[in-house]
């Protein structure tokens, strides 16, 4: 069997798993279990790195074949499962295609380019990153679900069209060269706090329409 299969890649695969899960949510119109989903993509994410640089003895075969996976995994857990939850709203009408494919390209390009930069950076130094170029792929597990917490407030189709034209905006964001400071442990755990807050809303509001 080819490929590397140890620890380091456990966590880039349940981000995987999660994303084929929430589709699953998605398209049995249960989006807050598909937007929980999401968020797991995310927490998972948040900690495949760490995990797998905790292998001092990884061969740079390994670290190498371990950032492919993370952009192809990446790819489709923020980029093309995020775009499926939205067609699954309804929105399948020929011209919804355009902002799924500037959100989609988006993020196929932003990820293709960090490939490339972060091999060449890493070539040259070996200080950590401390600023992202552009808005990571990743900020889609909580973007999109607090999006979705606007049905506290607003009906829940206006805040499905928020969700969609959104796809457009963050699609955008992800190639535009802005600086984004890269979290610590610290504000990987405030993220992480904020997306159980996020979740408590979704649960809620969600018993409250489905008692309703």
Known sequence: MIGFYNYTVILTYMSLLSALLGTHFAFSQNYVLALFCLMMCGFFDSFDGIVARSKKDRTVEEKKFGIQIDSLVDLVSFGVFPSLIAYSMGFTEPWCFLLFAIYVLGAVIRLGYFNVVEETRQQQTSEKRKFYQGLPVTSSSLIFPMIYCL????????????????????????????????????????????????????????YVRMGR
Request: net charge positive; glycine share 14%; proline share 5%.
């Open 151 to 206: 049905t506290v407030w607003f009906p829940i189709h206006v805040v499905q069209q928020i969700y969609f034209f959104g796809l457009g905006v963050v699609g955008f964001l992800f190639v535009l060269d802005f600086k984004v400071p890269k979290p610590g442990l610290k504000g990987i755990l405030a993220m992480i706090g904020a997306g159980a807050i996020l979740l408590a809303v979704l649960v809620i509001n969600g």
